[in-house]
């Protein structure tokens, strides 16, 4: 059986929303005979009728329930699927969308490098506020995290997500922490998308009574270090990210544990995306560039 044309099944589609030709012909822009017409053409095409047709209403029929269910989920897909292909004709760069904190700490001092190493560059990088768990439609390719990549997309694990305390020197010098438990007397910072890290830290450690007298939240992970690294309090930050502020000695670990949340920071892109020339690039240089910070 030949597929409908996917002006009839859109028409279709506004109708069975609707219940009502007439409505549907007006959301359209066409004439209510011509709304019947098509949707007699698709009955005909598909061998089963669609809608229950009374005098003053419409009702659709279990065929006609079926198709919707499916139908409106694969135009919407096919609009994405268009909107790529339009997108990747017109622009003549690749988009690499990436947490506002791993570009900050981990992509920005490389890139350089990067394109010293591959000549001719054009790249537009995204950073949403946001903990990014998923690759937008228009984005070629993207580092997200999460506990596992979706299905349809083609990925590479990068490092897993783990968390550890830290704070500038002159803070863990004077405050003195005997116990974990001395960590109620501090003023912990935390992310504002992410506020339970350290009730989850303290669970993981075994920390009973843990009530901290003061708690900051900033809205993103680049606030959380550097106010750390000021003094004004105890954060837990992703190692992996932190370790050039470790290095240089601008943070501390005031305490030992670290928490793993699941996650893991995914190298990703639609499996049709992959096979473009212009991607490989990009996506080894950005593997190979992780793999060395996950070994350190």
């Not at 502020?245 to 005031?254: A, C, D, K, M, N």
């Not at 473009?276 to 190979?288: E, K, M, T, Y």
Request: with cysteine.
């Amino acid at each position: 059986m030949p597929i409908p044309s996917v002006k009839y099944l859109n028409t279709f589609k506004v109708a069975a929303k609707r219940l009502s030709f007439t409505a549907a012909s007006e959301e359209l822009c066409l004439t209510a005979s011509a709304v019947g017409h098509q949707i007699r053409l698709l009955e005909s095409q598909l061998g089963v009728m669609l809608f229950e047709r009374h005098a003053q209403s419409l009702r659709l029929t279990a065929a006609g329930l079926l198709l919707l269910e499916h139908v409106d989920s694969a135009l919407h897909r096919l609009e994405m699927v268009v909107g790529q292909l339009r997108t990747q004709v017109q622009r003549s760069f690749l988009k690499l969308q990436v947490p506002p904190f791993f570009a900050h700490e981990l992509l920005l001092p490389l890139l350089a490098k990067f394109s010293t190493a591959k000549g001719r560059l054009e790249l537009q990088i995204t950073t949403p506020p946001a903990a990014l768990g998923n690759h937008s439609w228009d984005a070629d390719v993207s580092v997200i995290v999460a506990a596992a990549p979706a299905a349809e997309l083609q990925a590479t694990l990068l490092f897993p997500q783990v968390f550890v305390p830290a704070c500038a020197p002159a803070l863990m010098e004077r405050m003195g922490l005997r116990t974990e438990l001395d960590l109620n007397r501090q003023t912990l910072l935390v992310h504002s998308y992410r506020p339970d890290l350290w009730e989850r830290w303290a669970e993981m450690r075994g920390t009973g009574s843990f009530r901290p007298r003061t708690v900051i939240r900033f809205d993103s992970m680049l606030e959380v270090a550097q106010a750390a690294e000021q003094g004004i309090g105890i954060a837990l930050v992703p190692s992996a990210l932190a370790a050039r502020r470790f290095s240089s000695r601008s943070l501390f670990r005031p305490t030992e544990g670290e928490l793993s949340t699941g996650e893991s920071y995914f190298l990703v892109t639609r499996r049709e995306d992959a096979q473009r020339g212009a991607i490989a690039p990009l996506w080894d240089w950005l593997a190979a560039q992780c793999a060395a910070v996950a070994i350190q």
